[in-house]
């Protein structure tokens, strides 16, 4: 007699976001702390995050200054353009065991209670999209910039 199959849990994917900010911006605090929320919902996910200051900063003490001894988020101290920091960082061994990358600015309002990071995991897998931006809305102040948010998006660029 043979078993019939087990269902099998889907595994989440695995993330890394990636962002950069400097140190001493105003909302580097809340966006550090979001983040801890953001990693507290979604164990899957690691961020690496950036402080792109002109004299070099302790990154790591930073990090566990506002998010605490998480793991999952790592600081870094790349001076200048972010895509600096992303030639230096995110490199093929480093992220060829993620399921995606999310490389996000440091302005978007990533606490879970803004952003929808499952759904938003769901949509890139569901269409199976390479590049996925998701809109940013007035009424879920996506950002901390008020002039950088749509008043009417079409439903198809949420």
């Known amino acids: 007699m ?16 990636a962002t950069a900010a400097h140190s001493q911006d105003k909302w580097t605090p809340s966006l550090l702390t979001s983040l801890s929320v953001l990693t507290d919902h979604h164990p899957q996910l690691q961020i690496l995050i950036n402080f792109f200051d002109q ?14 001894n998480r793991t999952q988020i790592e600081g870094t101290w790349v001076p200048g353009m972010k895509t600096l920091f992303w030639k230096q960082h995110l490199t093929p061994e480093r992220t060829r065991h993620m399921d995606a990358v999310w490389v996000f600015d440091c302005d978007i309002a990533v606490h879970p209670t803004n952003f929808p990071l499952a759904q938003v995991a769901a949509v890139l897998t569901a269409t199976r999209a390479t590049v996925l931006q998701p809109s940013i809305q007035a009424l879920v102040h996506g950002t901390y910039h008020p002039w950088l948010r749509v008043r009417r998006a079409h439903m198809s660029c949420l």
């Open 2 to 17: 043979v078993a019939p199959p087990r269902a099998v849990a889907p595994v989440a994917p695995r993330w890394l976001g």
């Open 55 to 68: 004299a070099r900063v302790d990154a790591a003490a930073i990090v566990q200054h506002y998010a605490g």
